[in-house]
Structures are given as structure tokens and as C-alpha cells.
């Protein structure tokens, strides 16, 4: 079993930055690639970024490809969603996810976290 728990969220203007963390549970971190997604209300949940188990190779949402950054410190059982140059569009509730496989797909993670919200004023 793998919790997850997500923080970094918060209310910010477009053009800002953050950065959001997802802390999992248990000594077993490096064997699961992480993934990011998003819902915002009345939409479907959206993959975001995905990272394997080495952080060494990442994948992008073409919505974000370029403003955001997926990484992992696996020595602190930590993973990050840096996100530059924040648009209202990217309103939504962030949650990170875990897989034993890299993917896009929501269906190939295992375990999610609760999220937490990510809020762009225009």
C-alpha cells in the first residue's frame, strides 16, 4: 500500500510559479513511476506529466510541455511539479498518482493522492 500526499498548491496570478510536492509513504518509492494529474470542475481528470523510476526520463501533456517540470529526489521519497508561466486554464485540482509502470493513462496508476488545488487569477 502507497499513500500519497500532495501540498504546494494555492491561489497565484497568471505568469507566476509553483511548486507542488507529492510525499509518498513507505520504502518502496523507487519502485513505482509517478505521474500528475489534473481536474478542474465539470471536466474529466487530465494527465499532466509522468516521470520513471530513475527520474531520468519524463514525459508532457503538450498543454504544459515547456511550462512545467516533473522531477523526483528519491533519496527524500519526493516528487515535483514545478509550473512556470501559470494561465487560468491550468486551474484545477492536482493530484499525483503512482504506477509501476510510466504512462499517461489514468488507468495504469495504482494509488492517488487526495490533490490539492491550483488556483490562476487572469
Known amino acids: 500500500q502507497v499513500q500519497l500526499v500532495e501540498s504546494g498548491g494555492g491561489l497565484v496570478q497568471a505568469g507566476d510559479s509553483l511548486r507542488l510536492s507529492c510525499a509518498p509513504s513507505g520504502r518502496t518509492f523507487t519502485l513505482y513511476a509517478m505521474g500528475w494529474f489534473r481536474q478542474a470542475p465539470g471536466k474529466e481528470r487530465e494527465y499532466v506529466a509522468a516521470?520513471?523510476?530513475?527520474?531520468?526520463?519524463?514525459y508532457y501533456a503538450d498543454s504544459v510541455k515547456g511550462r512545467f517540470t516533473i522531477s523526483r529526489v528519491n533519496a527524500k521519497n519526493t516528487v515535483f511539479l514545478q509550473m512556470s508561466s501559470l494561465k487560468p486554464e491550468d486551474t484545477a485540482l492536482y493530484s499525483c498518482?503512482?504506477?509501476?509502470?510510466?504512462?499517461?493513462?489514468?488507468?495504469?496508476?495504482?494509488?492517488w493522492g487526495q490533490g490539492t488545488q491550483v488556483t490562476v487569477s487572469s
Open positions: 516521470i520513471d523510476q530513475s527520474g531520468s526520463i519524463t
Open positions: 498518482a503512482a504506477s509501476t509502470v510510466v504512462s499517461r493513462e489514468v488507468g495504469q496508476y495504482d494509488y
